[in-house]
């Protein structure tokens, strides 16, 4: 089973990336993924998230391209019966290769 930091990294922070990229080029950068960083492997409670992380930007055939930095904002949701700690990445620090 995938720890929920790293499915925060693979799929939140890749899901961003992705809008970021889109926002500035073309749809080139669709198949990109994220390295997840050493520090966000096995962690299973969102509000035990490191506060920021950065991380290496890869394309399909998992060459680094770039990286990407970020912070981790928390906030608490209320489903009206239960509280829980959710993350969110926030401003995000975008470095292609090719834009060095």
Do not use: C
Request: glycine share 4%; aromatic share 10%.
């Amino acid at each position: 089973m995938t720890a929920y930091s790293e499915l925060f990294v693979d799929e939140t922070v890749r899901d961003a990336v992705r809008e970021e990229l889109s926002k500035r080029h073309t749809s080139k950068y669709e198949g990109i993924q994220i390295a997840i960083p050493e520090e966000w492997y096995d962690i299973w409670d969102e509000g035990d998230f490191p506060d920021k992380g950065e991380a290496k930007i890869l394309d399909e055939t998992n060459k680094a391209i770039g990286s990407v930095q970020w912070k981790t904002a928390f906030n608490i949701d209320f489903d009206g019966m239960h509280r829980r700690i959710v993350a969110e990445p926030t401003e995000l620090v975008i470095k292609l290769n090719s834009e060095v």
